[in-house]
């Protein structure tokens, strides 16, 4: 283990913020049961109390101890087949966690990364870590240690471990009642979740807002190939891959590449909406929504 991670393991502990890797995106980070450092992370981005934070755990006895219920057969059979991986289960908290990290909620969305640095720096902190994305609210999510720095600076502490490899938030389901409920769209399939826990015979999330993950740059979601009425002729022109996963992995890389060339608009041609495009929709719709 190196001394940059033993560095950001420290600062976790003692109340700070840490910006590190996951599979999805880069996380801004700070100790899940300390309410001043998750206070921080608020501050820090001009996120609104009233969004809650996902609480990244290293393992599944990690995870228990932050569960008010006890730990039903359709979370297990869940966190066994994605975890590490991004799916976010929502279900009842235990009072350790401050309301802060939940927006006063009964509920605490949780999960297991799949990135190697997340979990070397959470087991080496020894503590759960509460984690939005690393950028300013409602702007683009970063998907390399540059997109945070170049957000918020040099002060805060960045672990690199390169381009997120899935480029898109976490899927996030409710199990707090009877059945599950999707509450954002990822790239595991919800169809897929519900299979799973078919097999057994068995708004209380982050990225809601209706306006999410915009870059500065206006976006324009159009169903044709060329400019949308009234914004003139396209000048530059982004060719995205034709598959949902390698479109997911680039698109907030794609789209802060475009912020930084400085023009009036950008225009998105919508993909289809069906499958795992559905995420991605989801995620465009919100980054073009109203100003």
Excluded at 38 to 47: D, M, N, Q, S
Excluded at 165 to 180: H, N
Aim: proline share 10%; aromatic share 6%.
């Amino acid at each position: 283990m190196n001394d940059e991670l033993r560095q950001a393991a420290r600062i976790i502990r003692e109340g700070g913020l840490v910006a590190f890797p996951t599979e999805t995106v880069y996380g801004l980070g700070a100790n899940a049961l300390d309410a001043g450092a998750v206070e921080r992370i608020f501050a820090l981005k001009g996120r609104p109390a009233t969004s809650p934070l996902i609480v990244h755990v290293s393992s599944l006895g990690m995870c228990r101890n932050l569960v008010a219920a006890e730990w039903s057969d359709t979370a297990d059979r869940l966190a066994r087949q994605y975890w590490p991986g991004p799916l976010t289960l929502v279900l009842p908290k235990r009072g350790q966690i401050p309301d802060i990290v939940t927006a006063g909620l009964p509920t605490v969305g949780v999960r297991i990364p799949a990135h190697p640095l997340a979990l070397e720096l959470i087991r080496e902190a020894g503590v759960p870590i509460a984690a939005p994305s690393a950028n300013r609210f409602t702007q683009l999510s970063p998907t390399t240690a540059s997109h945070v720095r170049e957000a918020f600076g040099p002060d805060l502490m960045v672990l690199d471990g390169g381009p997120c490899p899935v480029g898109i938030e976490s899927t996030v389901v409710s199990l707090a009642g009877p059945e599950p409920v999707l509450l954002r769209p990822g790239m595991i399939a919800f169809d897929n979740i519900r299979q799973v826990v078919a097999e057994e015979g068995a708004h209380p999330a982050p990225g809601m807002h209706d306006r999410h993950y915009s870059p500065r740059t206006p976006l324009i979601l159009t169903d044709r190939d060329e400019a949308p009425e009234g914004h003139g002729a396209f000048v530059s022109l982004a060719t995205m891959p034709p598959d949902p996963t390698t479109y997911a992995a680039v698109l907030y890389a794609t789209l802060h590449r475009l912020d930084r060339e400085g023009w009036d608009w950008i225009a998105v041609e919508r993909p289809p909406a069906t499958g795992p495009w559905a995420a991605i929709v989801d995620r465009l719709k919100r980054a073009s929504a109203e100003r």
